[in-house]
Each structure stands twice: as C-alpha cells, then as structure tokens.
C-alpha cells in the first residue's frame, strides 16, 4: 500500500468528546442502552471494566435492532455478554444504523454472542441487510466497527490480510476511510457481504486482529464503553458510506456479459420460392 490510514488526514476531525455516564448494575445499563439515551455529544454505555474483557461494535438497520435487543437476555446466558444497543434515534454518525456494543469475558465469547446475534437476526428475517435494499435469502451485509490500528490490521502489510480473508471467505470486505473520533480510540467501520457462512467465519480474524492491536491498551476499556451513536461525530452532515471511498474496497465480480437479442431466422427456400412464384401471378394478372 502507497499510504497507510495514518496518512488520511483523519486525525483532523473536530469529532466532539464523547460523555460519559455514571455506570450501574447491568440492568439499568441495559435500559440505558434501549431506552437511547445520548444526546448531541455522544454517551457512555456504562459498565464495571473489571466485569469484561473484550468488546465488539456492529451496526445494524432499525429492524434488526428490534431483534437483537429481543434476544439480549438468550445472549446473556449462553455466551455470559452484554449486548447494548442505541436507541431508536440514536444513529451513528453519517447512517441510518443503530450501534450494537458486544462485550464479555474473552474473544472467543463475544465472537460466540456476535454468531448468535446475527444467527437470530437471520432467522427471523432470511438475510442480515444491514443498510442494503435487495438482498437473497442466506446473504449477509455486515458492518463492525474497530479501533483505527485493529482496521489497519485488517488490511494487513500491503494489503495482505484483507486479500487473505476475501479469498479464504469468498466475502467483500473493505474499510471506510473516514475515522471518527480523536487518537488513539478513533475508529473506522469495516463492510463485508457475501454468504452468510463466509461473513460469519471472518469474524475470527477481525477479532483477532481487536485482541492483538487494542484489548492491551489503557484505552481500549474507555473505547468500548463509549458510543458516537446519536452525534455527528465531526462529518458535518456527510454520508459515511460514500462511493468510491474505502481502503482495499472489492471490487466486485464482473458484469454478465450482455445479451444478444436472437437473430431474425430466414423463412424456408419452399416458403420464398411460393411468395415470389404468387407475386409472380399476380403481376400477369
């Protein structure tokens, strides 16, 4: 890669500190959390630190929001997560997407709680759209949003982790390069789709890289305790997913070639010879 995400110019944001919010039993964060609670400055989840180890943020449409918090209590108990969500308008910056907060007490059980939520949000709805309009039954658009180094990783030297996981899941993947947020807990959005079992085995990797790039720093707990979910979060009204933009973006597989309309077939030699021999007849007459 020419350039890293360093050199975006990122950093120049003017992205408002986030606020944050006394923490409670985990009940009344969860009723934080649904009920939306948040404002122009961005909020905290809440949480006691010393109760989790890791974390993940997703972004997913209004409908699939519903689902997950219906499910939040099913999620506790097998994976031992907290899973949170913004509230109805609570948006995060530059979308039409509620934030999801997964955290637990490893990676391997927020990866376990993050399957599950998008196993229940396809059972119930066929596919995981996400913010796409048409979708077939089994497909996945997913989005995470990570730490600015654990997106670098994903990208990988030269782009090498990224081709990586696109040839090893048959998935799109690229990172948005708009970061939101001040160093060092800037973070940028990941967007993937393909088949859902392929989205689906990525998450390893994309953890992974979260465990080894953040789950280590000072900053990493305050990060995931706090959402942008609800502010501008510096854009100043622009769209997040804009066209064209994104490091390592697919490309996409090629068009269908277009199709030729069949050629007119040509009547029969007997059907020719009969129309000339009538015109023929008609002529003497």
């Avoid at 006394?22 to 969860?30: F, I, M, Q, W």
């Avoid at 947020?181 to 800037?186: D, E």
Wanted: hydrophobic content about 40%; glycine content about 12%; charged content about 20%.
């Amino acid at each position: 890669m020419k350039r890293d995400l360093d050199a975006l110019g990122v950093g120049e944001l003017a992205a408002p500190p986030a606020k944050q919010i006394a923490a409670g039993p985990a009940t009344e964060v969860l009723g934080i959390g649904l009920l939306g609670l948040g404002g122009a400055a961005g909020f905290s989840f809440g949480g006691r630190a010393s109760s989790w180890a890791f974390a993940l943020k997703m972004l997913v449409s209004a409908g699939e929001a519903a689902t997950i918090t219906a499910a939040v209590s099913e999620v506790q108990i097998q994976c031992g997560c907290e899973v949170l969500v913004s509230g109805q308008h609570e948006m995060y910056p530059g979308t039409q997407l509620q934030q999801v907060m997964i955290k637990g007490p490893s990676n391997s059980a927020v990866q376990e709680a993050t399957r599950l939520v998008l196993a229940k949000v396809t059972d119930e709805k066929g596919r995981i759209m996400n913010d796409s309009r048409d979708m077939q039954d089994n497909m996945a658009s997913v989005r995470f949003v990570l730490p600015n180094a654990a997106a670098k990783a994903v990208i990988g030297k030269a782009g090498g982790n990224i081709r990586q996981i696109r040839e090893t899941f048959a998935i799109k993947l690229h990172v948005e390069e708009t970061a939101i947020g001040k160093p060092p807990m800037q973070e940028q959005v990941i967007s993937m789709f393909g088949e859902r079992s392929g989205v689906t085995g990525s998450i390893q990797n994309i953890c992974g890289k979260v465990d080894e790039e953040c789950s280590g720093q000072s900053w990493f707990s305050e990060w995931a305790l706090t959402s942008h979910a609800g502010t501008d979060g510096g854009l100043n009204g622009q769209l997040l997913f804009g066209k064209g933009k994104g490091k390592g973006k697919s490309k996409g597989p090629p068009p269908p070639p277009a199709k030729k309309a069949p050629a007119a077939k040509a009547p029969p030699a007997a059907k020719v010879e009969a129309s000339v021999g009538k015109a023929a007849m008609l002529a003497d007459i």
